[in-house]
């Protein structure tokens, strides 16, 4: 393999087609041999080498043509990072114009004109982020929660921690209410010498590398460090990760706001919305506001029993790099002051830690097993994510009064509507479309969360058992909440305040019946 000496520009593509869009088409390959080499029409297929750890070193890219002329993929589909063997998916591409714009110089450049193809790009551009050398510190990351789903992200967050020791510090520390457990005779942990003896459940965790309570059954990477002390665990870590029941947020932030690395940034995890009668605040920007940190979201079509076994999923991450975070080639600062309206001053990262970027959150989630897509669109994910809990209740209702497929597929065909209109309304301006429709946070976590979810199992058991929902979450969830009720009570709270329950039928109508006040076989009426 022959390295080329590319030019800037066509590092920067070669990175877009590789590690972002990860297109597998001939025409992609003919483009970019066309900007790095100055090739005419008759043009060979490229492969690439597989990606470099260091975020130094990812840009130095090497091209080989193929001899063997194989069949190649779909260009509407892309491969699962880092896995050759791994299944590929069908994605949202649409054809390109004559032009492809470079994400670094944002430079228009032109096909060749016997090159009649269109090729397929990502709908969701970010800055590139340029080469930095002799990063002298690692991020450290935390993941705050450790529930059924905060553990299931710890685990494969930690996995990667692993993988790339240039870029992160191998242990990961995940905070743990801590909690008394009792290990049954016929567990595997079972110790004589103990017995039926209640033990912490950080104890447990970290000498068995299981969470029994909250993921029964599935080993845990040994990096993975259970902490029972929130500010012990935040503590000089530059990556926060969000992850437990909405309500609980205001107290956590609380704990941790004298506590953080000022120049620490977040994911959050958790699908809500902290909301009061006259304000609805996204949970990330809660987070922003309340810490003086930045604070992206994470949200798909993701269940986490089959996350954490490792069966294939994907998601989306919104993540709008600060200004003051953006780095020029020579990884100097581009900006300093406000940026990403918040009211305060955001503290830089510090150069001697490798950016944080689309590229090094995409690095720190996926596995072969979870396709991690980035998008800027931090308000279409974060509500996309919440308030699908509120269609997905409205459909386990549905079902559980025997109504069949197509009453669910009216709620949910109603309730996504009523979801882009909250966006619209009162968040004006704010939100990409494409978003709802395209994404793994939009219309896939809307048909899993109302088929298979949790919201969706619990609400159909309470129809069918005639018990309220909030009997069957104590039954069923072993001390675990549904983000489903609370939201619903908080969204439908504020449209009261604001005059607006008449454009809301399907939002007003589950709080009704979660609070007895109608019964499930009204439903049909809202359609009227």
Same mark, same amino acid.
């Given at each position: 393999m022959t390295p080329l000496n590319c030019s800037r520009l066509g590092q920067s593509l070669l990175h877009q087609a590789r590690y972002r869009s990860r297109i597998l088409s001939p025409d992609a390959a003919a483009v970019f041999r066309c900007l790095v080499q100055g090739q005419g029409p008759k043009l060979v297929p490229l492969s690439f080498s597989s990606p470099p750890?260091?975020? !130094? =070193?990812? +840009? +130095? %890219?090497y091209v080989q043509s193929s001899a063997a002329t194989s069949k190649p993929a779909s260009p509407f589909h892309r491969q699962l990072p880092r896995s050759p063997q791994a299944a590929i998916r069908a994605d949202v591409l649409?054809? !390109?114009s004559s032009l492809w714009f470079s994400r670094s110089s944002r430079v228009a450049v032109a096909l060749p004109p016997n090159n009649k193809q269109h090729l397929p790009v990502r +709908?969701? %551009? #970010? &800055? !590139?982020k340029m080469t930095v050398n002799n990063f002298t510190k690692k991020h450290k990351v935390t993941v705050i929660g450790s529930g059924n789903w905060g553990t299931t992200v710890a685990k494969l967050v930690a996995e990667n921690c692993a993988e790339h020791p240039d870029t992160f510090e191998k242990d990961v520390q995940m905070w743990v209410y801590e909690e008394n457990v009792t290990l049954p005779k016929d567990s595997k942990h079972f110790d004589a010498s103990i017995g039926e003896q209640p033990q912490k459940l950080t104890h447990i965790v970290n000498t068995y590398h299981e969470n029994v309570k909250y993921l029964p059954g599935i080993p845990l990477p040994h990096n993975l460090i259970a902490n029972p002390s929130l500010v012990d665990a935040v503590k000089d870590s530059s990556i926060l990760i969000f992850n437990l029941p909405h309500e609980f947020i205001g107290n956590i932030c609380r704990q941790i706001k004298d506590h953080i690395a000022p120049y620490a940034r977040g994911i959050s995890c958790i699908k809500g919305v902290s909301v009061t009668d006259d304000k609805i605040e996204l949970i990330c920007n809660y987070v922003s506001e309340a810490l003086n940190i930045y604070c992206g979201a994470l949200s798909g079509a993701n269940i986490a029993s089959e996350i954490a076994n490792e069966q294939w999923c994907e998601t989306t991450i919104a993540y709008n790099t600060p200004e003051v975070d953006r780095r020029d080639e020579n990884g100097k600062p581009v900006a300093n002051g406000e940026s990403n309206g918040q009211a305060k001053q955001l503290t830089p990262l510090p150069l001697d830690y490798p950016p944080l970027d689309h590229d090094e959150w995409s690095l720190l989630f996926s596995r072969p097993y979870f396709t991690v897509s980035m998008v800027s669109d931090i308000v279409g994910v974060s509500l996309a994510g919440a308030l699908k809990n509120i269609v997905a209740i409205a459909c386990g209702y549905v079902e559980g009064h025997g109504w069949n497929m197509t009453a669910k597929t009216a709620v949910m065909r109603r309730g996504m509507q009523e979801i882009i209109r909250f966006a619209n309304e009162f968040f004006p301006? #704010?939100?990409?479309p494409r978003t709802f429709w395209e994404e793994s946070a939009g219309w896939g976590d809307m048909i899993v969360s109302c088929t298979s !979810? +949790?919201?969706w199992r619990c609400s159909k058991l309470a129809v069918e058992r005639n018990l309220p929902i909030e009997e069957v979450e104590k039954t069923e969830l072993n001390g675990q909440k549904l983000q489903g009720i609370s939201t619903t009570r908080e969204v439908s &709270? %504020? =449209?009261r305040a604001k005059g607006a329950e008449e454009r809301y039928p399907v939002f007003m109508a589950v709080e009704r019946i979660i609070n007895q006040e109608i019964k499930v076989e009204e439903i049909p009426k809202l359609f009227k």
């Amino acid at each position: 393999m022959t390295p080329l000496n590319c030019s800037r520009l066509g590092q920067s593509l070669l990175h877009q087609a590789r590690y972002r869009s990860r297109i597998l088409s001939p025409d992609a390959a003919a483009v970019f041999r066309c900007l790095v080499q100055g090739q005419g029409p008759k043009l060979v297929p490229l492969s690439f080498s597989s990606p470099p750890t260091h975020p !130094a =070193l990812r +840009r +130095r %890219f090497y091209v080989q043509s193929s001899a063997a002329t194989s069949k190649p993929a779909s260009p509407f589909h892309r491969q699962l990072p880092r896995s050759p063997q791994a299944a590929i998916r069908a994605d949202v591409l649409e054809p !390109a114009s004559s032009l492809w714009f470079s994400r670094s110089s944002r430079v228009a450049v032109a096909l060749p004109p016997n090159n009649k193809q269109h090729l397929p790009v990502r +709908r969701y %551009f #970010q &800055s !590139a982020k340029m080469t930095v050398n002799n990063f002298t510190k690692k991020h450290k990351v935390t993941v705050i929660g450790s529930g059924n789903w905060g553990t299931t992200v710890a685990k494969l967050v930690a996995e990667n921690c692993a993988e790339h020791p240039d870029t992160f510090e191998k242990d990961v520390q995940m905070w743990v209410y801590e909690e008394n457990v009792t290990l049954p005779k016929d567990s595997k942990h079972f110790d004589a010498s103990i017995g039926e003896q209640p033990q912490k459940l950080t104890h447990i965790v970290n000498t068995y590398h299981e969470n029994v309570k909250y993921l029964p059954g599935i080993p845990l990477p040994h990096n993975l460090i259970a902490n029972p002390s929130l500010v012990d665990a935040v503590k000089d870590s530059s990556i926060l990760i969000f992850n437990l029941p909405h309500e609980f947020i205001g107290n956590i932030c609380r704990q941790i706001k004298d506590h953080i690395a000022p120049y620490a940034r977040g994911i959050s995890c958790i699908k809500g919305v902290s909301v009061t009668d006259d304000k609805i605040e996204l949970i990330c920007n809660y987070v922003s506001e309340a810490l003086n940190i930045y604070c992206g979201a994470l949200s798909g079509a993701n269940i986490a029993s089959e996350i954490a076994n490792e069966q294939w999923c994907e998601t989306t991450i919104a993540y709008n790099t600060p200004e003051v975070d953006r780095r020029d080639e020579n990884g100097k600062p581009v900006a300093n002051g406000e940026s990403n309206g918040q009211a305060k001053q955001l503290t830089p990262l510090p150069l001697d830690y490798p950016p944080l970027d689309h590229d090094e959150w995409s690095l720190l989630f996926s596995r072969p097993y979870f396709t991690v897509s980035m998008v800027s669109d931090i308000v279409g994910v974060s509500l996309a994510g919440a308030l699908k809990n509120i269609v997905a209740i409205a459909c386990g209702y549905v079902e559980g009064h025997g109504w069949n497929m197509t009453a669910k597929t009216a709620v949910m065909r109603r309730g996504m509507q009523e979801i882009i209109r909250f966006a619209n309304e009162f968040f004006p301006g #704010q939100i990409e479309p494409r978003t709802f429709w395209e994404e793994s946070a939009g219309w896939g976590d809307m048909i899993v969360s109302c088929t298979s !979810a +949790r919201n969706w199992r619990c609400s159909k058991l309470a129809v069918e058992r005639n018990l309220p929902i909030e009997e069957v979450e104590k039954t069923e969830l072993n001390g675990q909440k549904l983000q489903g009720i609370s939201t619903t009570r908080e969204v439908s &709270s %504020f =449209l009261r305040a604001k005059g607006a329950e008449e454009r809301y039928p399907v939002f007003m109508a589950v709080e009704r019946i979660i609070n007895q006040e109608i019964k499930v076989e009204e439903i049909p009426k809202l359609f009227k």
